[in-house]
Every structure is written in structure tokens, then in C-alpha cells.
């Protein structure tokens, strides 16, 4: 059951009956008060304890007479007049759970606030639609504004109990976000999403609007947060407003579970991991505590058939949240959200001389140790000292820890790398008339903490097709050592009206952003314009934004890249139509144009006349090679004419359009449910650097010209490396009674472009004494496509409902209808260029067996689980 | 007008404001990578019949200093037989240019058919063989037996010099 939200996913708050509206003296110095410090607002008195109960049907649109409602609480039990409330009455002001026995038999419970004498509070018996996540309380009609109605235009509500059974995705419910229009699978992205043309990179994923470091483990495995701890997800896929800050492409926003009645749990078990989650009351319902994590044992259950020298994934991941609500105004909560994965393979030199039985010639010798992690701890203070105004203020600390160790040929590189920051963090909401004029504003610090410290190699030659690694003599690749340990400031504003009236709604806002390494200020316009037919139910939207995004780090560091970078930029257009109809339905179709400026790009020619190189402290020289380097540093401390890798010449636009029809089901309830989704696309991307002709390849230059000559931007634009045409999404659930579920997805997309290879550069590369192969690729850029891929899943659910809780054994079975989708290439760098080579891989939806007479028998994958809720 | 209406219309109107105007102050900032191509543009050699002549005015004063009889002209006749180039009367350093820079063949310096030299890249050769010419002179190897072995061509630094010119070196100031 799922009920209003007040601001920032905390639970409703409902109006105040004493409110300024009932008393002008303090009214004026309530918004005096206000207007001068934005967020301090008078509190109010609470006293009386008499209030009214109101059973509310979203379906029927109607309160419900004859009801029976008890205060869990007090113990006492109350039945709804003709108009469909109650006089009740509490001792003390606090939240209460009202349990309500709806007509059918259904039970809800909510834990409501009751503040002030006559307040009315509503009890909804089902899900209130989509738009109506307002209370209307008390006399003066006192509003408390949801979030979640902020912006119509591209934005994608889901809530848990809708994605977490979605076949084909092994339970995990950020998986379903594929499905949405507008949203697309990245090329080997591992769980990670396109929205709308942006690279995976330009997406930004908040758990109650704390950041995470990475949405999924190693390989796309898992998620790295509980399912159950998730309450709804919301995806912003375009022109987003003002709150949301530092991406560029699209925002993930999770929401997590904000009300915990008794002690309980969700335990699943699966063949790789295990996940687990506990939660319990606080006080008598003043608090709540959720602990939850993961652990995989992949490595165990694969050890059998892993060659030597490889160390499957292994991760982890927990989170744990504690709320406390001292009383109506004041409530804090605690955070930690942290994850870790590991992963290591070595490939030997055992020679068997087997082109067709060793492993890549490219890889023999190599190695490749990769630890990532990363945690986020938040402080959260929430004041909410009326029904019309709520601050939050948020001390966050956020770190992503990486730790590289590589080989390939004769080099090696080892880098361990920090990024993250500490923030405070100030957010306010202000109804100043009613839900007509609303304000929201905030600002944000954050201190940049980056330290890095290793090797980086190169290629020294930037224009050499195919650099050898295995070259000791006339080396092709360079090591540069990088030491940075800096911090930089990041600095952010933001304000956003929203005007509300007549089915118009207009939300004027802008973002201010200050990038400190480069002084980088700016100051973003956002806004979005809707009206609204309430008698057909007709939403006509349309919206505009820019958008900055700071680069990443490494790409600005000062010892081994482009400490010059300036932010990216995003301007998103999006227009679109919202029809609601029979009151399950809802229908979407949406138009977007985004456009990417100066992205960050691997630039091969830009210089830095001279920059003073890296001292290393003394403490940590601890090698023979950091003191060479620190002698060549006091004896060259300047570096002239030092390539910097990255510039921001990148360039980028997609447009496309989508169709979204959904059909609702409310929680609780049993029939079908499920979305079409269809989502047309293009993105064309341009670095913008020089590409060599073949005049050129005959032509000798002075460094000094070819300088000239690289400056001659002649790329043109190409297809991204992941756009896809067309996305089709059909998802079906149907809820047959409380033991059985059955679900299906059918999903249809375009093949994401590749670049076809021409020939090979004839084995000029010899790695342990086997002859390596280096493809030669054509001139035209992301200029084909594989076949398109598509596949139907299904999944069904049996649940054994006991009195604790209930368990559920589910079977999915992924691509029935066996269609053999093709992956992508696959080139052996021991063999030459042929009709072979490359050859098409497959995805691994189907397995094979071996029959008689030599065929394959094919049959479809499938996944079985235990989940476990008490 | 009461005192919330006058803030309500301020605060609408500074947003107003707001939402119409975007700012970036980098958009107006000069481009690096710009000033440093101008000035490449700006500074490139031009004048290379005078580079030339100062290279072959090096060569032909090492060939001089050695005191051999006839050097000069063997060197000039060594440098028809390496570039292909039929050098006019009289046989000096302009002659010899002339001749040079108009040559259908140049050392290839990657040996891999290529076939087009620009200017700079012919500065390359003639600077690093100025280079070389002077270095001996300084060195005192321009003498009756030392000049006959003398040769860019066997000169480590020299190929240095020519590799520091094609891939890195640069006019650009630090």
C-alpha cells in the first residue's frame, strides 16, 4: 500500500489546522520571517487532539461510508458517517497506524501524523493515482506537495512491486529501468543505461538523493542495492528541473522505504549471491532502522571449472538507514550505502603452440587485477516546522575507491585512485499560496578529494594506427608516472518556482554551478510548461533545460592529463502529450532533441607549453623509481610541450520520440498490469579531432606542421558507439490470486552500431614468440549494424503464504521462442583477416547440448530463485 | 500593495529573469589551443632558399677549413648523387639550393615510399645538417683527415636531431 509522500520521500505530514491563515498576526510574520531567511518559518502551536477520519477510494473517486477504522495505538475503533469520515480522538499528537478494513475484505494500515485539533486526516484504500500525491487536510486546506508530482514531462514513475518480478532480469529491479521508453541497454554495459542519446557516464544515480558510486557489480550480476529496500524509482530521461544537479544526460532517482511497522525481513537466495535485509521500529514508531546487504559466492561455486590464474567476481554490498522523528518539526536520519567488487585473471605463458586451443595471443602474459568500491555516509536533518514549509539539510561524505594493476606486453601500470567528495547540503520547500505558488530552492559545497597514484602508459605516437606493446627496442608506448592528491572546490545553487492554476502549470527555475579547478561558473535555465484538460484528461507538456556535469577526474589531473577542462554541457528540448483514460491508463508520447557540448574526449594532440612537474613528498618515496623521479624533478622541474590526453571538443546531439501506454494496477490488488513502451532514436557524436587521410599518410611533415595540420578538424559525425534505432518493450504481469503470478517480456532493439574491419596490418606484432594480427578498421566510423535482437522471457511466481510472512519460488525462462541473437564481433589476433575473422558472437540466452549425429540441440536458459519476506 | 505581494512579484521576477538568461563565463575566454596554432602559423619558416644556404654555407666552410683540394666541389657532387639533382655554375651554396629544394627525391626518413616533403620538413633536414656542419667545425673535425669521414648520415646525433624535429621538437615557446 502505498501512500502520499511530503517532500524528499519522508512520510506525509498532514496540514495544520491552527494554521496562519486562522491567526494574520502570525501570518504576517510567518512570511516576513520567511521572505528574509528563505527557510525559517514560525512554528507553529500544537494542541488539540480531536480530529477527523476520512476513508478515501482513488478508483472510485469517493470517500466510503460505514468503514471500520481502528487506532492500533489507542486501541479504539471507528466507523465512517454517509460523507465517509469519523470523529476520532488520540491523547497525544504522533503518528498512528490506522488499520482499515475496506470493503472486499482488503486491509490497509498507514501511519499517519496527527498533529492539531480538527485536522482531517485521509485514509486512501488503494493507490492514489499518479498525479494526486497531495493531501488536502484541515480547514485551511493546507497542502503538503509531494515531490513526485514536480515534472510530467519525461519523467517515469515505477514502483517496486511493478519491476521486481519483470522476467528475464534475475530479480533485480533496476533492471526493469531498461524497459522505459527512452532508456536503452549500452554495448557490454554491464546493467548500465543510455537515456536518450547520453553516455552511460552522463547519468547520475541518487538513493534518496545520496549518490552511489555504480548501480551495478561487476558485469551487470546484481544491483548494488536491496530490491526490498527500494520503495519506487523515478527516471528523469530529459529536461529535469533544477533540483537535480551535475549530470548531463539522465537522473536514476531511488526511493527508498520511508515506514517500517514491525520487525521483519526479505531474505533471496540465488545461485551466485545471497541478499538479506532486516528492519525494525524505533521507540514505539517514533523511528525506524533498515539494515541490508549482499554477498556472492561465485567464486566458490565456479572454482571447479576456472582455469588457473583467474579470480571470479567477487562483491559485496550493504546499506543501513536509520530514521528518528523527535516530533512533528524535527526528524533526522542516518546513512550508509557501500559496495565492493573484486576481480583478477592472469593468463600464463603454457605453450602448446594450438592457435586454436590457446587463448588470444594478445593476452598471454598479461594480467589484470581490479578492485572497485565505494561507500557514502549522510547525515540528513529534516525541519518542518509548518505544512507549507519543510528544510532539509544533508552532510554527506562520498568516496569511490579503484585500485588497477595491469600488464600487457613488456609494460605495467598499477594505479589506486580515490574520488569523492564531502558535501553540506541545504534543500527547502515553501508553498507560499496554497499549491499554487510554490518555491523550491537549495545550495550545495562539496569538496573535491582526489588522490592518485601509479603509472599511466601511453602511446607515444598518436597517430600510429597499431602500437606494439611488445616492442623493447623502438618502444611505442611510454609510462608516465601520476601522483595527485588535490582538492577543488564544486559549488551549486538552485531555485524553481511552480506556478499552478487552471490545468496550467509553469515551472520556471535555474541551477548555478562553480567548477573551481577552471573557474568554470554558470548558470543553467530549466523549466517545463504543461496544461492540463481535466474533463478528457489531455496533458499537453513541454520543457528546456542546460545542464553541467563536472569531468571525471582522471581526465583533469595535473600530472597525466588536461587540468584545463571546463564542465560539459547538455541542452534538452522534450515535447509531449499525457492522456489519462478508464482511470487505469495512462498514455504517454513524447518528442525530445538533446544536444552534448564540449565533451570530454581523448585529444592526442593537445599540448600544455610548460607545466612544473609533480614533487613527490618525501614520505612517500619509498622505491628506487620514486626517487629517480624525484631527482629528475629537482633537475627539470619544468615540462615543456606535455601532451594532456583530453580536451573538451567533444560534440554530441540525439533526437527521437516515444510511446508509452501503461495499465495500472494498484498494490494489493489482482488482474493484469504491464506497458508497451516503443522509442525511435538517433545519436551522432563528433570528438572533433583530425583524422589522418591517405594523401596525408604519404606526406612528411615537421612536428610543427603536423601540429597545424591536427588542428584541422576534419571528423565527421558518427554514430555513438550504443544508438540504437528502435527499442520495443512489452511488459505483462498478471496477478492471477495471492499464490500465483505470471509475468512475460518481449524487448526488440536495433543492433548497436560497429566499424566494420577492412584487413589486418599483416602480423607485424610477435608477443612470446606467436605472430599477432591487429585488425585494420575502415574509415567509415560506427558505420554498420549487426542483426537486430530479440527475445521473449517469461516468469512465474508461486507464493506460500504463511502467517510470518511468505516465500516464493520463481522460474524464469529467458528467450523462449530460442531466437540466436548475435552480440557482436570477435577478433583473433591470431589469425589474419578472413571471412572467419571476425566471426559473430552470440548472447548466451540459449545453451546447446550436443546430440546424436553430430547437430546441437538449443533450449532456452533458465533461472530459478527463493525468496523469502517474514 | 502588502508586503508579501511585493516579495511574491520580486521573487517571480528575479526568477523570471533567471530562467530567460543563461551565463557561462568560459564562453567568451580565448582558446588555448588557438594561440598556440597562430602562433605555429605565424612563426613557421618560410624563407627556406635562406635556411638552405645557411645549412650549405656551414658544409661548404667545414669542406673549406679541411683544405683538402676540391672538397667543396665533392661535396657538391656527393649531394647531386644522394638527391639526384644537377647543380648549375657557379657550384655555391645558392646553386646548390636551387637544385635542392627542387629535388624529386628526399631522404625518407620513415623508408616506408613516402613521397611528399613539405617545407618544414625540408627545414628539418637542413637545420640538422647546419647542426651537424657546425658541430664539427666546433669540434675541430674539419680537417685534411678527418673531413673524409665525415657524414650526417653516420651521425647518432644527427638522427636524433631529424627525430626530434619530426615527432616532438617545436618552435613554440615554453
Known amino acids: ?870 | 500593495m502588502r508586503p508579501f505581494h511585493r516579495i511574491f512579484i520580486l521573487v517571480s521576477a528575479i526568477f523570471l529573469i533567471q530562467f530567460v538568461v543563461s551565463c557561462d563565463n568560459k564562453e567568451n575566454e580565448t582558446d588555448f589551443e588557438t594561440i598556440q596554432i597562430l602562433y605555429l602559423i605565424l612563426n613557421r619558416p618560410t624563407d627556406i632558399q635562406s635556411i638552405c644556404e645557411s645549412s650549405q654555407g656551414s658544409a661548404f666552410q667545414c669542406a673549406t677549413d679541411s683544405g683538402i683540394f676540391g672538397a667543396t666541389e665533392l661535396y657538391v657532387a656527393t649531394m647531386e648523387s644522394i638527391y639526384l639533382v644537377q647543380v648549375g655554375s657557379p657550384r655555391d651554396e645558392t646553386a646548390l639550393c636551387n637544385a635542392l629544394l627542387n629535388a624529386d627525391t628526399f631522404p625518407d626518413p620513415t623508408n616506408d615510399g613516402s613521397t611528399y616533403y613539405s617545407t618544414g620538413s625540408k627545414v628539418c633536414y637542413l637545420n640538422c645538417q647546419k647542426d651537424y656542419w657546425d658541430r664539427m667545425q666546433n669540434a675541430g673535425n674539419c680537417t685534411s683527415t678527418k673531413y673524409p669521414n665525415l657524414s650526417p648520415f653516420n651521425d647518432d646525433t644527427y638522427q636524433t636531431c631529424l627525430t626530434d624535429c619530426f615527432t616532438e621538437g617545436t618552435i613554440l615557446p615554453p
Do not use: C
Open chain 1, 1 to 870: 500500500m502505498e501512500f502520499p509522500e511530503s517532500n524528499w520521500g519522508t512520510k506525509a505530514v498532514v496540514g495544520l489546522e491552527d494554521s496562519p491563515r486562522s491567526n494574520p498576526k502570525k501570518r504576517r510574520i510567518t512570511r516576513w520571517t520567511v521572505a528574509i531567511f528563505l527557510f525559517l518559518v514560525a512554528t507553529l502551536p500544537l494542541s488539540a487532539l480531536n480530529f477527523r477520519i476520512r476513508v478515501y477510494d482513488p478508483e472510485s473517486d469517493r470517500s466510503l461510508p460505514d468503514v471500520q477504522v481502528i487506532i492500533l495505538e489507542t486501541k479504539t475503533r471507528y466507523y465512517t458517517d454517509q460523507k465517509g469520515e469519523a470523529d476520532a480522538t488520540v491523547p497525544d499528537p504522533g503518528i498512528y497506524t490506522f488499520r482499515t478494513i475496506v470493503p472486499g475484505g482488503g486491509l490497509v494500515q498507514p501511519r499517519l501524523q496527527v498533529n492539531v485539533p480538527g485536522q482531517l486526516i485521509t485514509v486512501f484504500t488503494s493507490e492514489p493515482k499518479s498525479e494526486q500525491t497531495r493531501q488536502t487536510v484541515g480547514a485551511g486546506g493546507i497542502t503538503v506537495r509531494g515531490r513526485r508530482d514536480d515534472t510530467k514531462l519525461s519523467r517515469y514513475n515505477v514502483r517496486l512491486d511493478e519491476i521486481k518480478r519483470i522476467p528475464g532480469q534475475f530479480g533485480d529491479a533496476m533492471k526493469g529501468l531498461e524497459t522505459l521508453p527512452g532508456v536503452s541497454p549500452p554495448p557490454f554495459g554491464g546493467g548500465d543505461i543510455v537515456i536518450r542519446g547520453a553516455e552511460p557516464r552522463s547519468n547520475t544515480y541518487l538513493l534518496d538523493d545520496l549518490p552511489i558510486g555504480y548501480a551495478f557489480h561487476f558485469g551487470g550480476l546484481n544491483q548494488v542495492v536491496h530490491n526490498d529496500l527500494i520503495k519506487s524509482i523515478d527516471i528523469y530521461t530529459g529536461a529535469y528541473p533544477a533540483n537535480f544537479s551535475n549530470a548531463i544526460g539522465g537522473v536514476i532517482n531511488i526511493e527508498t522505504v520511508d515506514e517500517v511497522e514491525k520487525f521483519g525481513g526479505h531474505t533471496t537466495f540465488s545461485l551466485w549471491a545471497t541478499n538479506v535485509l532486516f528492519q525494525a521500529p524505533l521507540d514505539d514508531g517514533k523511528g525506524y532502522w533498515i539494515g541490508s546487504g549482499r554477498v556472492s559466492y561465485l567464486h566458490l561455486v565456479l572454482r571447479p571449472y576456472i582455469p588457473d590464474g583467474m579470480s571470479p567476481p567477487f562483491y559485496w554490498d550493504g546499506q543501513f538507514k536509520i530514521h528518528y522523528r523527535f516530533n512533528p518539526e524535527h526528524a533526522i536520519y542516518f546513512y550508509f550505502i557501500g559496495a565492493k567488487d573484486t576481480f583478477a585473471i592472469e593468463v600464463e605463458d603454457t605453450p602448446e603452440w594450438d592457435p586454436t586451443n590457446e587463448p588470444d595471443p594478445l593476452y598471454i602474459g598479461a594480467a589484470l587485477d581490479l578492485n572497485a568500491a565505494f561507500h557514502t555516509e549522510a547525515v540528513r536533518y529534516i525541519w518542518q516546522p509548518a505544512s507549507n514549509f519543510q528544510n532539509r539539510i544533508d552532510l554527506i561524505y562520498h568516496d569511490n575507491i579503484s585500485y588497477f594493476k595491469g600488464k600487457i606486453g613488456v609494460y605495467e601500470a598499477v594505479q589506486s585512485h580515490h574520488n569523492g567528495y564531502a558535501a553540506f547540503k541545504d534543500d527547502f520547500s515553501w508553498a507560499i499560496y496554497k499549491e499554487n505558488v510554490i518555491l523550491d530552492g537549495g545550495f550545495e559545497y562539496r569538496n573535491f578529494q582526489y588522490r592518485t597514484n601509479g603509472s599511466n602508459i601511453r602511446v607515444i605516437d598518436p597517430e600510429d594506427p597499431n602500437p606494439d606493446p611488445y616492442d623493447t627496442e623502438n618502444p611505442d608506448f611510454e609510462t608516465v608516472p601520476v601522483d595527485d592528491r588535490h582538492r577543488s572546490s564544486y559549488m551549486t545553487g538552485y531555485g524553481m518556482l511552480s506556478f499552478k492554476g487552471g490545468g496550467l502549470e509553469f515551472k520556471p527555475g535555474f541551477r548555478y554551478d562553480y567548477f573551481e579547478p577552471t573557474n568554470h561558473e554558470v548558470v543553467d535555465p530549466r523549466g517545463t510548461l504543461s496544461y492540463t484538460f481535466e474533463k478528457m484528461g489531455t496533458t499537453l507538456i513541454a520543457g528546456a533545460g542546460t545542464y553541467h556535469q563536472t569531468p571525471d577526474p582522471r581526465t583533469y589531473s595535473p600530472s597525466s592529463a588536461n587540468p584545463y577542462l571546463n564542465m560539459e554541457e547538455g541542452r534538452h528540448y522534450g515535447i509531449g502529450l499525457e492522456q489519462v483514460f478508464l482511470k487505469q491508463w495512462t498514455m504517454k508520447l513524447e518528442g525530445y532533441r538533446h544536444y552534448f557540448e564540449s565533451l570530454v574526449v581523448d585529444d592526442p594532440y593537445i599540448l600544455k607549453a610548460a607545466r612544473l612537474r609533480e614533487f613527490r613528498d618525501l614520505k612517500d618515496v619509498r622505491t628506487q623509481r620514486h626517487i629517480d623521479e624525484l631527482i629528475e624533478a629537482y633537475q627539470e622541474p619544468l615540462v615543456y610541450n606535455d601532451r594532456m590526453g583530453f580536451s573538451n571538443d567533444g560534440t554530441g546531439f540525439s533526437e527521437g520520440y516515444e510511446f508509452y501506454i501503461k495499465k495500472n494496477l494498484a498494490p494489493g490488488k489482482y488482474g493484469w498490469y504491464g506497458w508497451f513502451s516503443y522509442y525511435w532514436s538517433r545519436t551522432l557524436y563528433n570528438e572533433h579531432q583530425h583524422i589522418i587521410s591517405d594523401e596525408e599518410k604519404d606526406m612528411v611533415l615537421s612536428a610543427d606542421e603536423r601540429r597545424i595540420l591536427n588542428q584541422y578538424d576534419n571528423s565527421k559525425d558518427h554514430y555513438a558507439s550504443f544508438d540504437r534505432t528502435v527499442v520495443v518493450n512489452v511488459v505483462l504481469g498478471y496477478k492471477i490470486d495471492r499464490e500465483w503470478q505470471v509475468g512475460l517480456r518481449w524487448n526488440y532493439r536495433t543492433s548497436q552500431p560497429y566499424t566494420p574491419v577492412v584487413g589486418d596490418d599483416g602480423g607485424r606484432q610477435v608477443n612470446h614468440g606467436r605472430v599477432i594480427f591487429d585488425p585494420e578498421y575502415s574509415d567509415l566510423k560506427y558505420s554498420a549494424r549487426l542483426k537486430p535482437y530479440h527475445r521473449l522471457d517469461i516468469r512465474i511466481d508461486r507464493f506460500l503464504n504463511y502467517e510470518w510472512g511468505y516465500g516464493n519460488v520463481f522460474v524464469e525462462v529467458l528467450n523462449v521462442y530460442l531466437k540466436k541473437n548475435e552480440a557482436g564481433l570477435s577478433w583473433s589476433s591470431a589469425q589474419p583477416y578472413s571471412a572467419r575473422n571476425p566471426r559473430t558472437i552470440y548472447d548466451l540466452g540459449t545453451l546447446e547440448q550436443p546430440v546424436a549425429g553430430g547437430k546441437r540441440m538449443r533450449f532456452p536458459l533458465i533461472n530459478a530463485g527463493l525468496e523469502v519476506k517474514f
